[in-house]
């Protein structure tokens, strides 16, 4: 099967355009949306990161969470509150916003109310919900499986495509090794990148899932680590997760950025993608 790139680059649409400034796009933001004051909190501060260092920047945050380990875990305020929160996000500060989706009802209703809709890993070998997400014409951002290789991605991609929707990315969130970890194979990026715009999820990539107590846990000292291996191999996109206070966040505050380190990280970034341009 021979692809096309550029039929798949999202490089000519304007909000996550970052081919002119030469930079990587990012993707950021909670976990999920606990409610509208920590998500405008969140939001005003990586704006104004993103834009002094000309940073394409999609404000991401999941309307509810509902792949959880325990049944009793967060899985979400409301899926409408939630949304209507996204979009005040967007319009408050001009930025477009990403959410996942887990049902084919979830793909029309959020695609009322965000730019990008993401098709969480466990769920990326679901046609039906690949297809519902792909006829919303908006912008379908597809996660590699744990379980998956990066050479079968092209088969999520091309049925993206084979909807007549060319604005598809992927995302490396890492593979599963053994049972309670994670690991990057960085060979994945530029063979992802014969099919589509590819993003690395850096924070997930760090989970250490089926922990014994139900609550999944992570390394976010190795989130510098992991990010800079990414760009440095010519990565398309950075996917980051933060929290003012990761401590209590109701969803993965075990593997989340602390909001306060995202400037330090996001400027060793430009300046490592900076060095690589010029080769």
């Not at 505050?253 to 300046?271: C, I, P, Q, S, W």
């Amino acid at each position: 099967m021979q692809f096309e790139k550029d039929k798949m680059n999202i490089k000519h649409i304007p909000q996550i355009n970052h081919t002119e400034s030469g930079n990587f796009f990012l993707l950021a933001g909670p976990c999920a949306i606990e409610g509208e004051e920590m998500a405008l909190r969140i939001a005003e501060k990586l704006v104004g990161i993103t834009d002094q260092l000309k940073i394409p920047f999609v404000f991401k945050g999941s309307f509810k969470k509902a792949n959880r380990s325990r049944i009793d875990s967060f899985s979400g305020i409301g899926d409408e509150k939630a949304l209507r929160i996204l979009r005040k996000v967007s319009e408050t500060f001009g930025v477009p916003t990403v959410t996942d989706i887990h049902t084919n009802e979830d793909a029309a209703m959020a695609a009322e109310y965000v730019d990008v809709l993401q098709i969480p890993a466990f769920l990326v070998r679901q046609t039906d919900l690949v297809m519902a997400a792909a006829e919303t014409g908006k912008i379908v951002n597809l996660k590699k499986g744990q379980f998956m290789s990066p050479e079968s991605m092209k088969h999520a991609v091309q049925k993206v495509l084979d909807c007549q929707n060319p604005n598809v990315m992927v995302t490396d969130r890492g593979t599963m090794f053994g049972y309670q970890d994670m690991i990057v194979d960085f060979r994945g990026i530029p063979t992802m990148q014969q099919y589509a715009t590819t993003v690395l999820d850096v924070t997930h990539s760090l989970q250490q899932p089926n922990q014994t107590a139900g609550v999944t846990g992570g390394r976010p000292d190795m989130i510098e680590t992991v990010a800079k291996a990414g760009i440095a191999v010519g990565v398309d996109g950075i996917f980051i997760e933060t929290h003012f206070d990761p401590a209590n966040a109701k969803s993965d505050g075990a593997n989340m950025l602390h909001l306060d380190y995202f400037e330090g990280l996001m400027r060793k970034l430009v300046a490592i993608r900076k060095t690589i341009n010029q080769f």
